[in-house]
């Protein structure tokens, strides 16, 4: 089992950086690839950036290339996602979850290959 508990959420104006944090209890942890989802409401969730069990591969979604970073300190048991060049777009719940596979190579890029999720928080930038 895996619990996983986000920080870093806010108001931020257009322009605007966050550091997103979702820190993992347990010692599987760094075996599993991990992702950023966020929803907004009234749309689905999605996929925004995801990073395998080493670091080695990350992948993200168009939109947010170029200004996300999302990377991982398995000795802190914590992932990260760097936003920066905010857009009232953004706006949504951030959520993190681990794969539950050990030590996928790759990047998943689907909600449901994510076995463990974090409660979310909130991400708003004002324009």
């Known amino acids: 089992q895996v619990q996983l508990v986000e920080s870093g959420g806010g108001l931020v104006q257009t322009g605007g950086s966050l550091r997103l944090s979702c820190a993992a209890s347990?010692?599987?942890?760094?075996?599993?690839?991990m992702g950023w989802f966020r929803q907004a409401p009234g749309k689905e969730r999605e996929f925004v950036a995801g990073i395998n069990w080493s670091g080695g591969d990350t992948d993200y979604q168009d939109s947010v290339k170029g200004r996300f970073t999302i990377s991982r300190d398995n000795a802190k048991n914590t992932v990260y996602l760097q936003m920066n060049s905010l857009k009232p777009e953004d706006t949504a719940v951030y959520s993190c979850a681990a794969d539950g596979s050990s030590f996928w190579a790759g990047v998943r890029l689907g909600a449901y290959e994510y076995s463990y999720w974090g409660q979310g928080t909130q991400v708003t930038v004002s324009s």
């Open positions: 347990g010692r599987t942890f760094s075996r599993y690839g």
